[in-house]
């Protein structure tokens, strides 16, 4: 069974670096057919993809956050990470790691709240 | 980037009800890249339909995705206990992903 562990500080201070882990268990995220990406949901309200990550290193990301995030995946370990950089409250939100398989997210971690304090 | 749209913003219904639920794109989507979610409070989102139409595992009869070009639908023929919970639409194209703002199905 595939599943998906994120893991991270839960605060982060303003204008720092956010950067979560994401444990993939049951499958390989060398797998050939699957990326692998974080999404973010801000306190009440809905869903943004933030970028994904092949297992090659090739990625791609939303534009919308001005090039402030890097996905990385380490084959060895069987994770994936995200770093956003010059947090501000703005990005105080529960983030997810998932499973892309053919441009659509099929298996999700159970998310981590990160907040951004002042 | 494409934007979606989704109404009602909230849907107030009673179990055994049908609800329908509209998602619009502010550019054609290709089927293949229609995807419904549902999530309920404290949950990540579930896999719901995909390619528009296409029940994913695991998931009842009751739902069903229709729709293509820029207007797509999501219904449930019956309301189960269950299903009242928060329902997205996402997309891709051009190498990007974006979801509509979600509509919620709360019991009457």
Same mark, same amino acid.
């Given at each position: ?9 839960? #605060? ?7 950067? #979560? ?60 990470? #995200?770093? #956003? ?34 | 980037?494409?934007? =979606? ?41 579930? =896999? =719901? ?60």
């Amino acid at each position: 069974q595939l599943l998906l562990q994120e893991s991270g500080p839960g #605060l982060v201070k303003a204008s720092e670096t956010l950067s #979560l882990s994401c444990t993939v268990s049951g499958d390989s995220v060398s797998s050939t057919t699957d990326y692998w990406v974080w999404i973010r949901q801000p306190p009440g309200k809905g869903l943004e993809w933030i970028g994904s990550i092949y297992y090659s290193g090739s990625t791609y990301y939303n534009p919308s956050l001005k090039s402030r995030a890097t996905i990385s995946v380490d084959t060895s370990k069987n994770q994936f990470s #995200l770093h #956003l950089y010059s947090v501000t409250a703005a990005d105080t939100a529960v983030y997810y790691c998932a499973r892309e398989r053919t441009t659509l997210f099929d298996i999700w971690g159970q998310g981590t709240m990160v907040t951004v304090s002042s | 980037e494409i934007v =979606l749209t989704q109404s009602p913003g909230t849907l107030s219904l009673s179990p055994g009800e049908r609800a329908t639920l509209s998602c619009r794109a502010s550019q054609r989507v290709s089927s293949t890249y229609l995807t419904w979610y549902q999530q309920k409070p404290g949950q990540a989102p579930r =896999l =719901l339909i995909y390619g528009a139409s296409s029940r994913a595992t695991g998931i009842p009869d009751r739902f069903s995705g229709s729709g293509s070009g820029t207007d797509f639908t999501l219904t449930i023929s019956r309301l189960e206990p269950e299903d009242f919970a928060v329902y997205y639409c996402q997309q891709y194209g051009s190498t990007q992903f974006t979801f509509g703002p979600g509509t919620k199905v709360e019991i009457k």
